[in-house]
């Protein structure tokens, strides 16, 4: 038997979801996602037999992977209360500031 092939039974990993598809799963627009193939962040393919590809598909694993790198997750090793309080902003002075306060005062305006 020369030229026998040993032929692994067909196991799709991941069909495919459209780009609409990905952008719901992603929570983005669709231009995002086209972005993201470019990048190289998303794995996808193009369908079709024409010159001009019909379509696009967005492996569904690289969606959730994609999800998973880019989810925002609290600092759990730090020792912050629950409900830490609102950080102020330092108040900044100027000469202009300065300036500005002393014209309003001098107009009445209570600062």
């Given at each position: 038997?020369?030229?026998?092939?040993?032929?692994?039974?067909?196991?799709?990993?991941?069909?495919?979801?459209?780009?609409?598809?990905?952008?719901?799963?992603?929570g983005?627009d669709?231009?995002?996602?086209?972005?993201?193939l470019?990048?190289?962040?998303?794995?996808?393919?193009?369908?079709?037999?024409?010159?001009?590809?019909?379509?696009?598909?967005?492996?569904?694993?690289?969606?959730?992977?994609?999800?998973?790198?880019?989810?925002?997750?609290?600092?759990?090793?730090?020792?912050?209360?629950?409900?830490?309080?609102?950080?102020?902003?330092?108040?900044?002075s100027?000469?202009?500031?300065?300036?500005?306060?002393?014209?309003?005062?001098?107009?009445?305006?209570?600062?």
């Amino acid at each position: 038997m020369t030229g026998a092939r040993i032929v692994q039974p067909f196991e799709p990993d991941d069909d495919g979801i459209t780009v609409s598809n990905a952008a719901r799963i992603i929570g983005c627009d669709q231009t995002t996602i086209r972005a993201l193939l470019r990048l190289g962040e998303l794995e996808g393919w193009r369908v079709g037999k024409t010159r001009k590809p019909r379509g696009v598909r967005v492996s569904r694993a690289s969606c959730e992977d994609y999800k998973d790198r880019n989810a925002i997750r609290p600092d759990h090793t730090s020792a912050a209360p629950d409900n830490p309080a609102p950080r102020t902003r330092a108040k900044r002075s100027s000469a202009v500031l300065r300036e500005t306060l002393a014209a309003l005062r001098a107009h009445g305006v209570r600062i």
